[in-house]
């Protein structure tokens, strides 16, 4: 196993690429390969949200399945704090893997169907206690009661059936479902997008609190960058695969350093009159094909500061001195910087 070489992270990712063939002709050989994520490397801290933003078809999910294995990545390590020992989770056989899974919990996007309608709440949030815990009956039924209470569910609903609740409802079941075996990390996939407005803010307070009386750290994904800065410390910038920005939340906010970064921005509507004629900086084109991704930068196809050097050599991230923490992939970050 490998010894800790930092005491806050409780995540590491170290250049994993998930890769799927594509098959073609008669006999199925793989002609080519989509790249869902790219040599990706991040952290997350104990007690910590890290906000992975980007357009649909970044690569955010995949990354989360692949965190979890529940897709195999191809490359790299996964790197997960459990006491004083670190564990590559790619290199652990499928009964030690079982059982760090319990650690690491993930909330789905769609609250519609990710819950079984022929099981009742009892059953759904005491599946887990059941298999990993061997609780029964009683014991089963006041854990399930106190993650109800703890998710702001009424206990008198312990028998009832997911058809029965509404939407702000049944995400609060799968919350509680995510935290009946006491995880650490919980990975949430655009847990609020479903969800009405009024509904969405519920359930950001909600998982803030949980994270602070449970110790949780959390990978949260989203499209909606407000709500990405309203809950995570740091943000990761994700596009075709590849990371093009990470730092704190207050560098990455308002502005940005990477291209992409700032365009997303822009698209943020803002309450303040004095700020409603700012620039909407709109992108060309669609995101890149992940099977096809051109040279260099990924994203020079669609960059308004492009040069040459984006489109022969592809930028790593560098760290930017005027913010500890932050980091750009960009060969242009200072010119853009004065933009």
């Known amino acids: 196993m490998l010894k800790n070489n930092n005491g806050q992270s409780l995540l590491k ?16 050989r793989t002609q080519k390969y989509i790249k869902a994520v790219d040599d990706v490397s991040l952290y997350i801290n104990e007690n910590e949200t890290l906000g992975v933003v980007g357009e649909s078809g970044s690569g955010k999910t995949t990354l ?61 949030i005491g599946e887990p206690l059941m298999i990993n815990n061997g609780l029964k009956r009683k014991k089963l039924d006041e854990k399930v009661i106190d993650l109800m209470n703890d998710v702001g569910l009424d206990p008198k609903y312990l028998r009832r059936y997911p058809h029965a609740f509404s939407g702000g409802q049944r995400q609060r079941i799968g919350i509680a479902r995510a935290l009946a075996l006491n995880p650490r990390l919980v990975l949430a996939d655009e847990p609020t997008s479903a969800l009405d407005v009024s509904i969405q803010s519920q359930i950001l307070n909600l998982l803030k609190r949980l994270q602070q009386k449970y110790n949780l750290s959390y990978m949260f994904i989203s499209h909606d960058l407000s709500i990405v800065k309203y809950i995570s410390n740091r943000v990761a910038v994700m596009y075709a695969g590849n990371l093009m920005e990470t730092g704190p939340t207050g560098a990455i906010f308002p502005g940005g350093l990477h291209p992409y970064s700032r365009a997303l921005l822009s698209a943020i509507p803002s309450p303040d009159p004095h700020q409603r004629n700012k620039e909407v900086i709109l992108l060309d084109d669609q995101v890149v094909d992940p099977a096809d991704l051109p040279s260099g930068c990924v994203f020079h196809p669609r960059c308004r500061y492009a040069e040459d050097i984006c489109r022969q050599k592809k930028p790593h991230l560098e760290p930017v001195n005027s913010s500890k923490g932050h980091r750009v992939a960009c060969h242009l970050k200072e010119k853009v910087s004065l933009n």
Do not use: W
């Open 13 to 28: 990712i170290e250049h994993l690429r998930t890769y799927f063939p594509v098959n073609k002709g008669f006999f199925g």
């Open 64 to 124: 989360a399945h692949s965190i979890m294995m529940g897709i195999k990545p191809c490359e790299g390590k996964i790197l997960f704090k459990q006491g004083d020992r670190v564990l590559d989770l790619k290199k652990l056989s499928a009964k030690e893997l079982k059982s760090i899974r319990k650690h690491i919990q993930m909330i789905f996007q769609d609250p519609f169907s990710s819950l079984n309608p022929r099981m009742s709440v009892r059953d759904i």
